[in-house]
C-alpha cells in the first residue's frame, strides 16, 4: 500500500512541473532542456516592453540597439517559466526530483541548447513588476548594468514569467550574445 501512495506521489510531482508548449505537447522543466521547447508567452506585452528599454538606454549611452534573436527570446522565456515552475532564482538550471532542487546546466550551456551564436551574457531578476522597475533594478546593479550596455553584442532575448505559487512570483531573464 505504501508503494502505490510512494508512486502516486512521484507521479503527481512529475506531472505538476510541465507547462503546455505551442504544439500541444508538454514542457517537461523537471529536466535539462534539449533546445526544443518553446515555452508561451504569458505577457509578450511586457517582453515587447523590456526589450524597447533595453535598447533605448543603450541607444542613449551611444552604443548600438540589440536585435532580437528567435533562440535567444525562446532561451530566455524558458529560463523565466524554468525558474516559476521550479521555485528556484538561479543563474544554472536546476530539476526538481522527488529530494529537492539538483543542478542540470550551467547558464551557458543551456542557452547553447537554444541558440547557435556566441552568448556572452545573462541577468535574472524575481519579484519585479514592472519592465521599468526590474531594468531600473539591473542599471543599479554594476554587474548587471555592464552586461545590459555590453559593446561586443549584437542581440538579444528576454524572457517574462509569472507564477503565482512560486516564491518571487514574477522572473525575468536577458540574454545577449554575438552572432
Known sequence: MNRCILLL?????????????????????????????????????????????INEKRLAKGLLALKSNDGLMRASLYHAADMANENYHEHATYNRTYSGLKLGLSTFKRIAKFYNGFANSENIAAGYSSPEAVLNAWIDSPGHHENLFNKTATEMGVGFYYNAKSEFGNYWVFESGVQ
Open 9 to 53: 506521489l512521484v507521479l503527481f510531482s512529475v506531472s505538476s512541473f510541465t507547462m503546455r508548449m505551442e504544439s500541444g505537447s508538454a514542457v517537461p522543466f523537471h529536466k535539462n532542456p534539449n533546445g526544443g521547447e518553446v515555452v508561451l508567452s504569458l505577457n509578450a506585452e511586457f517582453e515587447h516592453q523590456l526589450f524597447e528599454l
